[in-house]
């Protein structure tokens, strides 16, 4: 059995190990909007020193329950550039952050790919995020093992820096009544 001090070490070797992660995936995220298979436009490239993020905060890494929902339900989602995009609704995370119980609806593309889409708006909104709001990625096998949703990683859609993107608009349904301090802030232009 371990004692307290063992048990507080794992936690920080454990802490250390997943702020590292998110730190290197900013950084080849920023090494790739530097490249030529950014998103920006070309004339912004040159100049780009890279995008801005809140703080890995731990606090953001939430466990969610993950209800599955007994069957599809095929959706249309607006996009950015007013087409319609074909997605399914799959299922619902509920989650705690602080003393609020929250719920988001996560979709699959048609086809699927092997992830659930999370588009959410927040609170942050306007303010230090991207007035659109943000998406989250996650594994549907990852989902299944861990349960746990990282705001840490929530992104801006590509339409956040360029307006010839075509980007899922959120639905209603996701948008919180709280803000989200993690992640990716809005991009300045």
Not at 28 to 44: T, Y
Not at 72 to 85: D, L, N, Y
Not at 147 to 155: C, R
Request: net charge negative.
């Amino acid at each position: 059995m371990k004692n307290n001090r063992e048990q507080k070490g794992e936690h920080s070797r454990q802490f250390s190990g997943w702020q590292e992660r998110i730190v290197e995936g900013r950084v080849e995220k920023d090494r790739m909007f530097a490249g030529k298979d950014s998103p920006l436009p070309e004339e912004k490239r040159s100049g780009f020193s890279g995008l801005s993020y809140y703080s890995p905060d731990i606090s953001y890494r939430v466990d969610v329950r993950f209800e599955r929902f007994e069957e599809k339900e095929s959706v249309t989602i607006g996009t950015s550039t007013g087409e319609a995009r074909k997605m399914s609704r799959v299922g619902r995370l509920h989650f705690v952050i602080g003393d609020d119980s929250l719920q988001l609806t996560a979709f699959e593309s048609v086809p699927p790919h092997g992830s659930l889409f999370i588009p959410f708006g927040d609170e942050s909104n306007s303010i230090q995020t991207y007035a659109g709001g943000r998406y989250i990625d996650l594994p549907v096998d990852l989902l299944e093992s861990t349960s746990q949703l990282d705001f840490n990683e929530a992104y801006n859609p590509y339409c956040a820096y360029s307006e010839d993107w075509s980007c899922p608009l959120v639905p209603r349904e996701n948008y919180l009544p709280v803000p989200i301090q993690a992640g990716e802030k809005a991009y300045a232009k």
